[in-house]
């Protein structure tokens, strides 16, 4: 099963836009994480921002997290056609271990 | 520091053949964890081991998968006998111990199951 879901499931954007996926969750989390993945690659992980945490930047990444309404959004400003890719949310759920669940993954395409 | 290995890249076979997938994880890393991805989805986690114990088979369909982390390092994911369904892309990863602790993955095994 899927903790979390990703909206919008595909995103079409011009080089140079701000590029905003949302996640929403269902159960109490220790911490959400974003993954990215290439066509046919493995996962790469983006960042982490821990349930007592609002905000969090890494370079052109930009995550929010807010626990009342369980949902966090990525956003990606000045894309690049390199940023082509589709994008995951993860949880781990508090009490969890280190079981991370993934969501259903929003499919970004950066146009030149 | 070298990623997450697995092999084969892709694997086309019969129903009803038995198939087998092998990662070997980051050094260090105590948590492997193996996950199914079909088409257009996320990945679902179909095991996870800290070190030689696996602590979450609880999405293993036990009836024809198997795993095994001998000496707590490589690990082998096996399907006997493969069914249509079992389709995926299966992905390995690897972290050290933690909650905080972000996953590595492998590039994954395309199987093909005609």
């Known amino acids: 099963s899927q903790q979390g879901e990703e909206d919008p499931q595909a995103l079409s954007i011009q080089e140079g836009e701000n590029a905003t996926m949302n996640c929403s969750y269902k159960?109490?989390?220790?911490?959400l994480q974003w993954y990215r993945q290439n066509s046919g690659r493995g996962l790469v992980h983006l960042i982490l921002?821990?349930?007592?945490?609002r905000e969090k930047h890494s370079g052109r990444l930009r995550v929010t997290l807010d626990t009342s309404k369980k949902s966090s959004s990525l956003l990606i400003t000045a894309s690049r056609a390199a940023d082509t890719a589709s994008y995951f949310c993860?949880?781990?759920?508090?009490?969890?271990?280190?079981?991370?669940?993934f969501g259903t993954g929003t499919q970004l395409k950066v146009e030149l | 520091e070298a990623g997450v290995v697995q092999s084969p890249r892709y694997k086309i076979i019969e129903k009803k053949q038995p198939v087998a997938f092998w990662c070997n994880p980051i050094?260090?890393?105590?948590?492997l964890y193996w996950y199914r991805q079909n088409l257009g989805q996320g990945p679902e986690l179909l095991i996870r081991?800290?070190?030689?114990?696996?602590?979450?088979d609880s999405q293993l369909p036990k009836d024809r998968f198997s795993a095994e982390r001998l000496k707590g390092v490589d690990s082998t994911l096996k399907i006997q006998p493969a069914e249509l369904g079992d389709s995926a892309v299966y992905l390995c990863?690897?972290?050290?111990?933690?909650?905080?602790?972000?996953?590595?993955f492998g590039n994954g095994t395309r199987l093909t199951v005609t």
């Open positions: 921002i821990r349930s007592n945490e």
């Open positions: 050094s260090g890393h105590n948590t």
């Open positions: 993860a949880t781990i759920l508090t009490g969890g271990g280190n079981k991370l669940t």
């Open positions: 081991y800290e070190n030689e114990e696996a602590v979450d």
């Open positions: 159960t109490s989390i220790n911490n």
């Open positions: 990863a690897s972290s050290p111990a933690g909650e905080y602790s972000p996953l590595h």
